[in-house]
């Protein structure tokens, strides 16, 4: 059995951003990946231009956005801004860049390799392998084991579904519509040669299904062709509950930390990465960021409760933040997960 400092499962932007840092520092780091490439991840890639801080070139970014369009039943809005408030990436991108960039710094990054035990001292993969660890940190996605093995139930998770086909838009489009999607929402992120064309909501008020059905529909009114095409879906974990457990840590999507409100999770899966690894370096160590990431959170989940609470209350909350957003009493800062620079 080989030994490390740290273990880390799963090789998302939170497990890659926590990698790095820890490598940085001179920490023996093995990061453990199922799939057989790292970065693609069913997802619309639209992030807040501070999500990428800097150490990130501007090569990755598909598309900047100045201009958001946001619609609901009643109202419509174009927000603008002097910068982009919003960029898109391609996750495939992103993930290759960020292992380049790990691996540069001295991570080890095994794929192919599902964690399937994880024991106190110790992960065993598929493959029958064992790897010894001081620090364990699950960076395993909304479907984590690392926070099932610590015992930590997830009841609070949003269901999103993408389809990323050809198509040329000029802005990001975000369509709040209570009777098609309850209170979630379905978007247009536009990327370089594709677009982002998907719907989320929270699973609790609606099947993936019925979901599927509705964006169908609300495509058709649109002229967009979408039932011919083959989409993707997958879980996103809004269900926060700690995310540091003695020598094991939970970050991003494992720790609950996307928005439950709008499903944006790569700010939040980098950040706490990154704030994770500070933590292990430094046991005695303060996380601002966590604590602002943690605030808002709770704010997104609070609106979103409000907004679950019947078909009326769902419409009159999305109606009252569509008014809000037009009339500039609330920043369009409110809705992204994004608060200041990571470093
Ligand atoms: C349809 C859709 C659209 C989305 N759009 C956006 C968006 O526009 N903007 C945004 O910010 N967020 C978006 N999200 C959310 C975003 O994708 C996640 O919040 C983000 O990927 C979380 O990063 P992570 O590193 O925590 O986890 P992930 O990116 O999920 O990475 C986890 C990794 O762990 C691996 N893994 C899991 N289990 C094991 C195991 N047992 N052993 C080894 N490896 C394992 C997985 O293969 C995966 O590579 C979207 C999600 C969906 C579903």
Request: hydrophobic letters at 40%; aromatic letters at 8%.
């Amino acid at each position: 059995m080989k030994n490390f400092h740290t273990v880390i499962v799963g090789g998302g932007p939170g497990g890659l951003a926590c990698a790095t840092l820890l490598a940085r520092q001179g920490k023996d780091v093995l990061v453990l990946e199922r799939n057989s490439t790292i970065g693609p991840k069913v997802c619309a890639g639209g992030i807040p231009s501070v999500a990428l801080g800097p150490g990130f070139p501007e090569t990755l970014w598909e598309r900047s956005f100045t201009r958001q369009h946001i619609s609901s039943n009643w109202q419509h809005t174009m927000l603008q801004d002097a910068n982009p408030i919003i960029r898109t990436v391609d996750r495939g991108r992103l993930g290759r860049w960020m292992a380049e960039r790990a691996v540069a710094a001295g991570v080890s990054i095994a794929t192919n390799a599902l964690v399937l035990e994880i024991t106190e001292d110790r992960v065993r993969t598929r493959g029958g392998e064992e790897f010894g660890y001081d620090f364990l940190v699950g960076a395993d996605g909304s479907s984590s084991l690392v926070r099932r093995q610590l015992g930590i139930p997830t009841k609070k998770i949003g269901v999103g579904i993408n389809y990323q086909m050809p198509g040329n838009f000029p802005d990001m489009q975000w369509h709040l519509n209570t009777d098609l999607f309850g209170n979630g929402y379905a978007w247009i992120f536009p990327h370089q040669d594709t677009v982002s064309i998907g719907v989320y909501a929270r699973r609790s008020t609606s099947k993936p299904g019925i979901l599927l059905n509705s964006l169908h529909q609300w495509g058709a009114r649109h002229t967009l062709e979408l039932k011919s095409r083959q989409p993707q879906a997958a879980l996103i974990n809004f269900d926060f509950r700690g995310w540091r457990f003695d020598n094991r840590f939970l970050v991003g999507d494992a720790a609950g930390l996307a928005s439950g409100l709008t499903g944006e999770g790569i700010y939040s899966a980098i950040v706490s990465g990154e704030e994770a690894a500070r933590t292990i370096l430094d046991a005695g160590y303060e996380s601002r960021k966590m604590a602002q990431l943690i605030k808002k959170h709770h704010q997104h989940a609070r609106i979103l409760e409000l907004a679950s609470g019947g078909k009326l209350a769902g419409k009159l909350v999305l109606e009252a933040l569509v008014f809000g957003l037009r009339t500039g009493l609330i920043p369009f800062s409110a809705l992204k997960m994004g608060i200041d620079q990571p470093s």
